[in-house]
């Protein structure tokens, strides 16, 4: 999963493509286009988004951690 910056969403998109030529199977690599503020909130509460990888502020990663899932045994 991929969000980029909302200024910027089609190298991303780009990316994808390109991707897909190469032969990763669509749909291993996914881009979710968007504002951050919203996009974050989802993806950090998702029950099917194991790991969230970030480039942004302290406060940010604050944020994303306060909203995380708890996570359960089972989800190893």
Do not use: C
């Amino acid at each position: 999963m991929v969000k980029p910056a909302e200024e910027t969403p089609l190298s991303a998109i780009l990316l994808i493509e390109l991707l897909e030529e190469v032969g990763v199977p669509s749909g291993v690599v996914n881009v979710v286009p968007g504002h951050g503020e919203e996009a974050g909130r989802i993806l950090s509460e998702h029950p099917d988004v194991r790991h969230i990888i970030f480039t942004g502020s302290i406060p940010t990663g604050k944020e994303l951690w306060r909203r995380r899932r708890p996570i359960s045994p089972q989800s190893h």
